[in-house]
């Protein structure tokens, strides 16, 4: 079945660090990848997404690339602020269905 | 003017009660989910439903029922509660004919004493 598989936190960085979180795949055909944010007591929203190979999604400074040859959608940013500190989520949906499969969540804690 | 609302945002009871938790949204989306996020934040589907009918039913016991009376709502209810349900419910819904993606509730933490 499809998995997502995402690097374990807590993150700790500075603020104006640079921020990779990586995130790989398992899916049967060609899935969409999503990178949802959860900020602490509210729901999930909507960060990024990209639909085919070598699509990159980017909002608010944050930018992933599907790559399909390595199965990746790594989430990066040039300049973390202590407003990003939350829980990211990788994501895909498959082609079979529309249905999400996510990623453990990976907690992120910008320190001024 | 909220997309997806849930009620209640929190829910404490004890174990064995039977509790239900509704969703609505005002998207004119016309598939909706329901999900569980456990402590370790961990996101799992439960149920979804397209147009009132039921497409996704995941492993989940029979205690959880869902209930869509419209395409508009889709409500879960749980029977006779365990201390593993504990947890934070998410409702969402997408348009499955389009190829945007699912809007999430603010979820409804659920508390078995």
């Known amino acids: 079945g499809d998995s997502v598989t995402q690097m374990e936190g807590p993150v700790t960085l500075s603020e104006e660090a640079f921020l990779t979180i990586n995130c790989t795949y398992t899916?049967?055909?060609?899935?969409?990848l999503f990178w949802y944010v959860q900020y602490p007591g509210e729901g999930l929203q909507l960060l990024l997404k990209?639909?085919?190979?070598?699509d990159k999604g980017s909002n608010k400074g944050f930018e992933a690339t599907y790559r399909k040859e390595t199965t990746s959608f790594h989430l990066e940013k040039g300049s973390v602020q202590v407003s990003d500190s939350a829980v990211y989520f990788c994501a895909l949906r498959s082609n079979a269905g529309n249905m999400l499969t996510f990623g453990g969540g990976t907690r992120l804690m910008v320190k001024p | 003017d909220t997309a997806v609302s849930q009620t209640p945002k929190y829910l404490v009871t004890q174990m064995g009660n039977d509790k239900s938790i509704k969703c609505e949204q005002n998207l004119g989306h016309d598939t909706m989910y329901w999900y569980k996020q456990d402590s370790k934040k961990f996101l799992k589907i439960m149920f979804s439903?397209?147009?009132?009918?039921?497409?996704i039913n995941e492993t989940v016991p029979n205690r959880f029922s869902p209930k869509s009376p419209d395409k508009a709502h889709l409500n879960l209810h749980i029977n006779s509660l365990e201390l593993g349900d504990s947890a934070v419910y998410f409702c969402?819904?997408?348009?499955?004919?389009?190829?945007?993606?699912?809007?999430f509730g603010d979820g409804t933490r659920l508390s078995i004493l």
């Open positions: 439903y397209n147009n009132k009918e039921l497409i």
């Open positions: 899916a049967t055909g060609y899935p969409s």
């Open positions: 990209a639909t085919k190979a070598d």
């Open positions: 969402a819904s997408s348009d499955l004919s389009s190829n945007q993606p699912q809007h």
